[in-house]
């Protein structure tokens, strides 16, 4: 998009013809994009908008190290290596998510993330490398070969967020409204057409993105930040959107149990790719490290409950400290020596697959609105994501949408709104009833009352958990232990406004 056909666009914006009272005039008159969230989607969301000499406006609720992303620590997949394809990529995709990937989006994700990493680069991102200078890769659970990019080692995410929102704060056509929380959309003629936020601003665009992250801090015990509690899908369904996949609530094998400070703090699966062994109440190896997250978290499930343990023990005593320094450096602080001693480690909800239904360009089915990273569904992680393969997505997906919402119509006249109310985060009866009974196994019998619980997200992930009645990768039903291979490829639908999940088929 050219800037001066960008600029007369905008004219449609002009302030004149915004009339106190019955049209509603937006804080930011001219912008081609809302993005809603700064964390790794929505930056780079920001920034591929920007690049085309659009105008965008970001909202951010929390402070950046507030974000799950800022947290990241493995890295992000991309097949760089000689002997890698994105063929293989691919494949290693599709096995962890247990028949349910859709493989159209996870060929978009193989395909575009090795672009991604050397746009990343070429925006000062600084990735490790070996000691000739090479890149170095790592690897993950359920990943063939090495095909995992990391920076400062396991301080991955901090690293690409702080070079990314210093680009972003410079960057001249994008404002950015920080402590700025989106309470509702805005949505005229079918459209959406931008966002109201919390303190009753209205900011509008021909597109708006919603980059919200995640809903895994619905569970008490989990590896997220507070924030991650899904306030964007809410948003998204009451304006009109669909949810889907919202049992698949992926729960990470090894965060930290029992160490004052550090509870649920995610010890990397990188860390067993360079050869961490988990250990049972008997010392025992009981789990091959690198399998699937699923496969080693309910194993881990298992052991604990077989054992009467409230954790497993995490060996890194042969792992050389100097490639993980940011999680060396928590555990001593909070006292103790991975050099030396063992880890106590047990699963802790960690990455929600379900999310904001879109098409391949992060497209919602309202027209206008747009969806990307850890809030969209776009069935790419199927029922189980590939370790490092969102940060990955983040920004495949954060690209796409984009560019793909600038071509949207430029929004009209909307007429004033009143000012939404922002979701409420969940309260601690809700989180724990969350991880008491829609944990790594579930049941009818304990899912029924999340039905009536408070909050609204988890009531939609009760019923979408109750109404799958099998076991496929993460979603663990004790009354239903087997996988349903007419279930293959069915994602769980919640259609605008109902309350009853539906299986759609998605290739
Ligand atoms: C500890 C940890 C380690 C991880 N390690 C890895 C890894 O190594 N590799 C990997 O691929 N993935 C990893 N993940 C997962 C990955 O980090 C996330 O899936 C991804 O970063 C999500 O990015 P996002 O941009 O979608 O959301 P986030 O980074 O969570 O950002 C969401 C943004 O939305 C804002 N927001 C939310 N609601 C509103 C609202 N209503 N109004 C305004 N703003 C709002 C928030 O303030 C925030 O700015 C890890 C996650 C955690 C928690």
């Known amino acids: 998009m050219a800037g001066d056909v960008v600029g007369e666009r905008r004219f449609v914006t002009e302030p004149e013809r915004w009339h106190a009272g019955t049209v509603r005039r937006p804080v930011n008159p001219g912008s081609d994009l809302v993005v809603v969230g700064a964390g790794a989607a929505g930056l780079f969301a920001c920034l591929s908008a920007a690049e085309q000499g659009a105008r965008t406006t970001l909202v951010s609720a929390r402070p950046l190290a507030e974000t799950a992303s800022y947290w990241a620590q493995g890295g992000l997949a991309a097949a760089l290596a000689v002997d890698d394809s994105p063929e293989l990529h691919l494949q290693d995709t599709l096995a962890a998510g247990r028949d349910l990937v859709r493989r159209s989006a996870a060929e978009v994700l193989t395909d ?3 672009a991604r990493f050397h746009e990343l ?14 890149l170095a890769l790592g690897l993950e659970g359920g990943h063939k070969t090495r095909r995992v990019v990391h920076a400062g080692g396991s301080a991955t995410g901090r690293r690409i967020l702080r070079q990314l929102s210093a680009n972003v704060a ?17 949505t005229h003629e079918g459209r959406c057409a931008g966002v109201v936020l919390e303190d009753g601003r209205t900011l509008t665009g021909r597109g708006t993105v919603l980059a919200t992250g995640g809903a895994a801090a619905l569970w008490s015990r989990t590896t997220n930040p507070p924030g991650s509690f ?3 899908l809410l948003l998204a369904r009451d304006a009109g959107a669909a949810l889907a996949d919202l049992e698949f609530a992926q729960f990470h094998p090894t965060a930290v149990v029992g160490i004052e400070g550090r509870e649920g703090f995610l010890i990397s699966e990188a860390i067993r790719g360079e050869g961490a062994t988990l250990h049972d109440g008997r010392g025992e190896r009981f789990v091959d490290e690198l399998a699937p997250r699923d496969a080693v978290a309910r194993a881990i ?5 077989e054992q009467g343990l409230t954790a497993v023990m995490l060996d890194m005593r042969h792992v050389d400290p100097g490639r993980f320094p940011n999680v060396v450096a928590a555990l001593r602080e909070a ?6 001693e063992l880890v106590p ?11 904001i239904v879109t098409d391949l360009d992060g497209r919602s089915e309202i027209p206008g609105l747009y969806a990307v990273g850890e809030c969209a569904c776009t069935g790419l992680h199927g029922a189980n994501r590939l370790a490092s393969n969102s940060l990955s997505e983040c920004f495949v997906f954060g690209r796409r949408a984009a560019l793909h919402a600038l071509d949207e119509p430029a ?29 790594l196994e579930r049941d009818a019998e304990g899912l029924r009352p999340l039905l009536e619980d408070p909050h609204p997200l988890a009531r939609l992930v009760a019923r979408s958990a109750l109404f799958r009645e099998e076991s496929r990768g993460a979603h663990g039903r004790s009354d239903f232990p087997a996988t349903d291979p007419a279930l293959d490829h069915r994602h769980t639908v919640l259609k605008a406004g109902s309350d009853t999940p539906e299986y759609l088929l998605w290739r």
């Open 170 to 186: 410079e960057h001249p056509s994008i404002e950015v409204l920080e402590d700025a929380r989106a309470a509702r959309l805005i």
């Open 230 to 232: 899904g306030s964007g």
């Open 345 to 355: 480690v047990a699963p802790a909800s960690h990455y929600v697959m379900g999310g």
């Open 411 to 439: 929004p009209g006249e909307t007429p004033a709104t009143s000012t939404g109310t922002v979701a409420p985060p969940p309260t601690r009866e809700t989180r724990k009833a969350m991880w008491r009974h829609a944990g």
């Open 112 to 114: 575009e993330a090795p």
């Open 301 to 305: 499930f298992r052991v604990l409950n």
């Open 121 to 134: 680069e070429a925006l000062g991102v600084r990735f490790d490398a070996d000691r000739h200078g090479n």
């Open 335 to 340: 006292g103790l020596d991975p050099a030396t």
